[in-house]
């Protein structure tokens, strides 16, 4: 599976972005599906994932209330949702494709075997 993440880009604090992840497949609907960030200095971490069929969904500590995950199987598309952006948020926003079981979400980066290219988050203060 192929994944392009899109939609990052320079934006104020308190302000908002819409992250966009297609896929190349049409099995797409067979993985879970994650977003993570790294910063520059800093290891990846874990921010957002969603279950196979979009209904279970689980966040960072550090993002929720925040962040929204959401999917359409049929567009071959995941997005995060952010708002009330911080610039502690600035970081390579990556998505990657967990192979799970069915209504269960993977938060482990171990677990995700296909990886976008990123798209950069900067949030000025």
């Known amino acids: 599976v192929q994944l392009q993440a899109s939609g990052g880009g320079l934006v104020q604090a308190g302000g908002y972005l819409r992250l966009s992840c297609a896929a190349s497949e049409h099995t797409f609907s067979n993985y879970a599906m994650g977003w993570f960030r790294q910063a520059p200095g800093k290891e990846r971490e874990f921010v957002a994932a969603i279950s196979r069929g979009g209904t279970i969904t689980h966040y960072a500590d550090s993002v929720k209330g925040r962040f929204t995950m959401s999917r359409d199987n049929a567009k071959k598309t995941a997005w995060l949702q952010t708002s009330a952006l911080k610039p502690e948020d600035t970081a390579v926003y990556y998505c990657?494709?967990?192979?799970?079981?069915?209504?269960?979400?993977?938060?482990?980066?171990?677990?995700?075997?296909?990886w976008g290219q990123g798209t950069q988050v900067t949030v000025s203060s």
């Open positions: 990657a494709a967990a192979r799970a079981v069915s209504g269960s979400v993977a938060i482990r980066e171990h677990q995700y075997v296909f």
